[in-house]
């Protein structure tokens, strides 16, 4: 089993910064790629980043590149989410996932673990 759990979420302006965090315990060998989605009211969750743990490729997806940067800290077993240039329509709650497969995968059903959430809301 492995815990995630995310902070850092909050209510911020349009253009204005948030850095979200996520902590892994427990079976902290056991997965190959952290990624962040976000889930809005009535939409269907959706891939937002992704870190490969091992050799740091990275993907986004189109709607926050150049905006948002993955990060991680292999000795804290934590990734962190830093989101700049915030828009209205980024206001979601946002999950952390863990997958034990390698490669910063963007596919949903790929990842095995995943934490509570943590709001963002974004006003105009």
């Known amino acids: 089993q492995v815990q995630l759990v995310e902070s850092g979420g909050g209510l911020v302006q349009a253009g204005g910064s948030l850095r979200l965090s996520c902590a892994a315990s427990?079976?902290?060998?056991?997965?190959?790629?952290m990624g962040w989605f976000r889930q809005a009211p009535g939409k269907q969750r959706e891939f937002v980043a992704a870190?490969?743990?091992?050799?740091?490729?990275?993907a986004y997806a189109d709607s926050v590149k150049g905006r948002f940067a993955i990060s991680k800290e292999n000795a804290k077993n934590t990734a962190s989410l830093q989101m700049n240039s915030l828009k209205p329509e980024d206001t979601s709650v946002y999950y952390c996932?863990?997958?034990?497969?390698?490669?910063?995968?963007?596919?949903?059903?790929?990842?095995?673990?995943w934490g509570q959430g943590t709001q963002v809301t974004v006003s105009s």
């Open positions: 996932a863990t997958s034990g497969i390698m490669g910063a995968v963007v596919e949903i059903w790929k990842y095995d673990y």
């Open positions: 870190i490969s743990w091992s050799d740091d490729i990275t």
């Open positions: 427990g079976r902290t060998f056991s997965w190959s790629t």
